[in-house]
T-cell receptor, first 119, second 114 residues
Framework: GAVVSQHPSRVICKSGTSVKIECRSL??????MFWYRQFPKKSLMLMAT?????????EQGVEKDKFLINHASLTLSTLTVTSAHPEDSSFYIC???????????????FGPGTRLTVL | GDSVTQMEGPVTLSEEAFLTINCTYT??????LFWYVQYPGEGLQLLLK?????DKGSNKGFEATYRKETTSFHLEKGSVQVSDSAVYFC?????????????FGSGTQLTVLP
C-alpha cells in the first residue's frame, strides 16, 4: 500500500517554543491530508483537514492560530504547534488520501505518528 | 453527531483462540464502516471495510458484517496468532456529513500470547 511518513517521530521541547511536524506521502499525490490528535487510551480526534493550495479546515474547538497547517505541495503537509504548552503534549497522526484512487470512500493512508512532549 | 463505541481493552488471548471485538455506531446517514489496525511503532492500516448493510468485510482471516438493525460492525477472527497483537480501531465515514472524514472508536489493545 501507499506510504505516509512523519517527521520527527518523537520531539521534546520547552514550554513556549514552536514545533513543526511534517507529513509526507512518499509514493502518491495527496490533495487532502488530515491531522489527528490521540490522547492515551482515547480515540483519534480529527483536528483539521488540509487541502493542497488552500487554507485548512479546522474542527470545532481546535485553535487555528495554535495549530498552523500548511499544505504547500501534493506530497507535504506541515503542522506547527505554536507556543507549545504541556497540555499540547500528545500523539499527532496524519493521514493522506490518494486523489488518483477516486471516489468518496477512497482509503486514507496513515503516518506512524509523532509523540510531542512539552516540558 | 456521529460516534463509534468499541469494546474497551486490553484483550489478552492465547494463540488460536477466537476473537471478537465489539463495535457499535451512531450516524445520521448510511455510513461506511471500517476496521483499522495499528501495529507497534507503525501507522494505522486499513484492515477491512463495508460500505452498505449486510456487507461482510474480510481480510487476513478477520471478518466483520455491517448490521444496520443493530448498528454494529463487530470484528471476529477464528484463530488468532501472536502476530495479530496490535491496537484495533473501528471507524465510520458518514456520507451525510463529509465522506472524507473518519470518526474513530477509542481503540482496543489486543495481546496474543504464545
Amino acid at each position: 500500500g501507499a506510504v505516509v511518513s512523519q517527521h520527527p517521530s518523537r520531539v521534546i521541547c520547552k514550554s513556549g517554543t514552536s514545533v513543526k511536524i511534517e507529513c509526507r506521502s512518499l509514493d502518491f499525490q495527496a490533495t487532502t491530508m488530515f491531522w489527528y490528535r490521540q490522547f492515551p487510551k482515547k480515540s483519534l480526534m480529527l483536528m483539521a483537514t488540509s487541502n493542497e493550495g488552500s487554507k485548512a479546515t479546522y474542527e470545532q474547538g481546535v485553535e487555528k492560530d495554535k495549530f498552523l497547517i500548511n499544505h504547500a505541495s501534493l506530497t507535504l503537509s506541515t503542522l506547527t504547534v505554536t507556543s507549545a504548552h504541556p497540555e499540547d503534549s500528545s500523539f499527532y497522526i496524519c493521514s493522506a488520501r490518494d486523489w488518483l484512487a477516486g471516489g468518496p470512500y477512497n482509503e486514507q493512508f496513515f503516518g506512524p505518528g509523532t509523540r510531542l512532549t512539552v516540558l | 453527531g456521529d460516534s463509534v463505541t468499541q469494546m474497551e481493552g486490553p484483550v489478552t488471548l492465547s494463540e488460536e483462540a477466537f476473537l471478537t471485538i465489539n463495535c457499535t455506531y451512531t450516524a445520521t446517514g448510511y455510513p461506511s464502516l471500517f476496521w483499522y489496525v495499528q501495529y507497534p511503532g507503525e501507522g494505522l492500516q486499513l484492515l477491512l471495510k463495508a460500505t452498505k448493510a449486510d456487507d461482510k468485510g474480510s481480510n487476513k482471516g478477520f471478518e466483520a458484517t455491517y448490521r444496520k438493525e443493530t448498528t454494529s460492525f463487530h470484528l471476529e477472527k477464528g484463530s488468532v496468532q501472536v502476530s495479530d497483537s496490535a491496537v484495533y480501531f473501528c471507524a465510520l465515514s458518514d456520507p451525510g456529513g463529509s465522506a472524507r472524514q473518519l470518526t474513530f472508536g477509542s481503540g482496543t489493545q489486543l495481546t496474543v500470547l504464545p
